[in-house]
């Protein structure tokens, strides 16, 4: 894959995830693997809907200097780098707020993946890194210190997820899957409390939930 190649993937990308309401507004981001040295990460708070190839930015993998690219990087690039390193095998990170998955943050637990696809393609049960602030090289290493090669996802307290795929397609199935397993763990918790007074609001929400 060539430069432009991997910008006009992220493009692509990232429109389609904010259509299915993954993104949202200037939230999340994701980045592309281009080779050994480099690679692609969407720009910092832009609208993924006007956002073109040429925004992209490339950057090394091992510094962070920007190669190309009119955007400013993604704040969240140093968390993507160190996610590409420590994980050879995957080309694609995806950061979200994806709504249920995110909600489950605030439980700052291990979230268990029950079915047969999830369990394969993400793992046994997605783990919870510890807060840090959005952006800093805190929460990279909180990420980084999780990061296992049957792990492809990880959820991160109070900020969402982070999925990731041996192609841009195989991460963005993390993301649908992780979401799908974050709302049935709700509705299961709910099942089992059928006279909660917020039971039929939080299944009505989750029933809205994009997919």
């Not at 910092?44 to 690219?69: F, H, K, N, W």
Request: aromatic content about 4%; overall charge negative.
């Amino acid at each position: 894959m060539n430069t432009r190649q991997a910008c006009e993937a992220v493009v692509r990308t990232a429109v389609a995830l904010a259509d299915q309401g993954y993104l949202a507004g200037v939230g999340g981001n994701l980045a592309l693997r281009i080779d050994a040295e480099r690679f692609a990460v969407t720009p910092s708070a832009s609208d993924y809907y006007a956002m073109s190839p040429d925004d992209i930015c490339v950057l090394r993998l091992d510094t962070l200097e920007q190669l190309a690219g009119h955007g400013k990087p993604s704040v969240e690039s140093g968390l993507h780098a160190g996610v590409l390193k420590a994980r050879p095998d995957c080309m694609a990170s995806v950061h979200t707020h994806q709504p249920v998955a995110s909600a489950f943050t605030l439980l700052d637990r291990p979230l268990p993946m029950q079915g047969e696809e999830a369990r394969r393609l993400i793992g046994e049960a997605v783990p919870m890194c510890a807060y840090a602030p959005s952006g800093t090289s805190w929460l990279a290493s909180n990420v980084g210190k999780r990061i296992r090669p049957d792990l492809n996802a990880y959820l991160m307290r109070n900020h969402g997820a982070v999925c990731l795929g041996a192609t841009l397609e195989d991460a963005c199935r993390v993301v649908r899957l992780l979401e799908q397993e974050a709302i049935a763990w709700f509705q299961r918790a709910l099942n089992a409390q059928p006279e909660s007074r917020l039971h039929q609001r939080a299944l009505h929400c989750l029933e809205e939930d994009p997919q």
